[in-house]
């Protein structure tokens, strides 16, 4: 079956925060455009594609039942995710026992922090780091030391691993947080990369608390590699942290789930996430997941992988032709690009803020990336239909990278 991903869907007034918050007085959503142009959401990282029909066909299956009352889900959530780990990631020795609810991603970060953590204590983190990583670390108390990431000589980020053991030494670290595949850079790790990283973090005693949120948006054909696969040391020292909402669109259902395979670990990440009283699942959440994590699930991601894989070669090549002064990473997952400014904006004597709000003012909602820890960069989300891309790229020609 060949899904729908050229639809342009009206999100206004439904709720959509990547289109009804533009405008608003507020210090992080683009300005409204100009007169004469429409607005192009590529800043809030959702896609602006319609879910998976089955998703939508398993919450309505649900729904002609019209009692909502306290419910079991029993095995089939497990199984669901066991299932799809082993069709997607090859991950064959999953047990019902190491997967456990999360409300999101970052509830469980906070969650796994809090058990293996006293407040204060300082966290490894890559840079440019997500935002939400950031916010939720700080907002917790612990303070958050950064190891960045660099490009080499073909534009690929790689692991700094000489400055990250100096900095765990240093700081005497025992926690690292990790993206993967990665935000914002859009890196796909491979295998010599992870076990390096493992060997650094077991050499450490560093207790890795792995966001795999991405691993089933890969581009160009690229392979994720899941953390706790990587050796011993990693299955028995990670939180792993996954969910179907990036990659079905879900986000605003609200539901992560986390893998620990070490029972003391999980025990205690399961107290902590408990103590909140309110880390539930809804029920139309699970169904969602039910009616994703299918092989009717895994046809629709295989074409928006093919879907995204397009948005993302065609943008990399007309910047390399047409914004002169700007540099970037080709992403091998994800659906973003980072965009780094900062000859451009020397050349042309602007600051990075005047460059943005110039895209905003012709309709394109591209994200300042300096809370990314990006100085001079620019997030820009691909996941819309091809006819939104290549017009709000046209407008940036047009309008923005004017020689």
Same mark, same amino acid.
């Given at each position: 079956? %060949?899904?729908?991903?050229t639809?342009?869907w009206?999100?206004?007034?439904h709720? *959509?925060l990547?289109?009804? *918050?533009?405008?608003a007085?507020?210090? &992080?959503?683009?300005d409204?455009p100009?007169e004469g ?6 800043w809030v990282a959702?896609?602006g594609?319609? !879910? ?6 398993s919450m309505?299956s649900?729904l002609e039942?019209p ?11 497990t ?6 780990q082993?069709h997607?990631n090859g991950v064959?020795?999953l047990?019902?026992e190491?997967?456990g609810y999360?409300n999101s ?7 796994a922090?809090?058990a293996?953590?006293?407040r204060?204590?300082?966290v490894?983190i #890559? =840079?440019?780091?997500y935002t939400?990583? !950031?916010n939720t ?5 612990y303070?958050l030391?950064?190891? !960045? @990431?660099k490009?080499?000589?073909a ?8 400055e ?6 240093e700081?005497h670290?025992h926690v690292?947080v990790?993206?993967s595949?990665?935000?914002?850079s859009?890196r ?6 992870l076990e390096?990283a493992m060997e650094?973090?077991q050499?450490?005693q ?11 948006i890969?581009?160009?054909? #690229?392979?994720h590699?899941p953390? %706790?696969?990587v050796?011993?040391?990693?299955k ?15 986000? /605003?259902?609200? /539901?992560?789930?986390?893998?620990i395979y070490n029972?003391?670990?999980?025990h205690r ?13 809804? @029920?139309l959440?699970?169904? =969602?997941l039910l009616? =994703?994590?299918?092989p009717?699930?895994?046809q629709? $991601?295989d074409q928006?992988?093919?879907t995204? *894989? #397009? ?12 914004f002169k002064g700007v540099?970037?990473?080709?992403p091998?997952?994800?659906?973003l ?5 900062s000859q ?5 004597g602007?600051?990075? *803020?005047?460059l943005?709000?110039?895209g905003?003012?012709? /309709?394109v909602? &591209? ?6 820890h ?5 997030r820009?989300?691909l ?7 290549e017009?709000?790229f046209?407008?940036?020609?047009? #309008? $923005?990278?004017?020689d």
């Open positions: 079956m %060949q899904y729908d991903f639809t342009v009206n999100r206004a007034g709720d *959509s990547a289109v009804d *918050s533009v405008g007085d507020n210090a &992080w959503a683009p409204q100009k142009f429409d607005f192009i959401p590529m959702d896609m594609f319609a !879910t998976m029909p089955g998703v939508v066909e309505r649900r039942h009692i909502f009352g306290y419910f079991e889900g029993g095995t089939r959530y199984d669901a995710i066991t299932r799809w082993e997607r064959t020795d047990k019902p190491y997967i999360q991603v970052l509830g469980g970060l906070a969650a922090m809090e293996v953590c006293a204060g204590d300082k490894l #890559h =840079a440019p780091t939400g990583f !950031t670390l700080t907002n917790l108390g303070k030391i950064h190891s !960045t @990431l490009r080499d000589e534009r690929v980020w790689r692991m700094d691993y000489e990250m053991e100096q900095l765990l030494n700081n670290i690292a990790f993206c595949p990665h935000n914002p859009g796909v790790w491979e295998q010599w990369e390096k650094l973090f050499r450490y560093v207790t890795i608390i792995s966001d795999e949120i991405w691993s089933d890969l581009l160009n054909g #690229h392979t590699i953390t %706790q696969q050796s011993e040391y990693a028995q020292n990670t939180v792993a942290l996954y969910a179907p909402s990036k990659t079905f669109n879900l986000a /605003g259902l609200v /539901g992560s789930y986390h893998i029972d003391a670990l999980r990440v399961e107290k902590v996430s408990s103590l909140s009283h309110y880390n539930q699942q809804n @029920l959440s699970m169904y =969602a009616g =994703a994590y299918t009717e699930g895994e629709w $991601v928006l992988r093919q995204l *894989s #397009h948005n993302v070669n065609w943008a990399y090549e007309f910047i390399q032709q047409n540099t970037l990473a080709k091998q997952g994800s659906y690009l980072f965009l780094d400014c451009y904006c020397e050349e042309k602007i600051t990075l *803020s005047q943005i709000k110039a905003w003012d012709v /309709g909602g &591209w994200q300042d990336g300096r809370p990314f990006g100085a001079t960069s620019i820009m989300n996941a819309l239909p091809f006819s939104q891309v017009t709000a046209q407008r940036l020609k047009d #309008h $923005v990278f004017v």
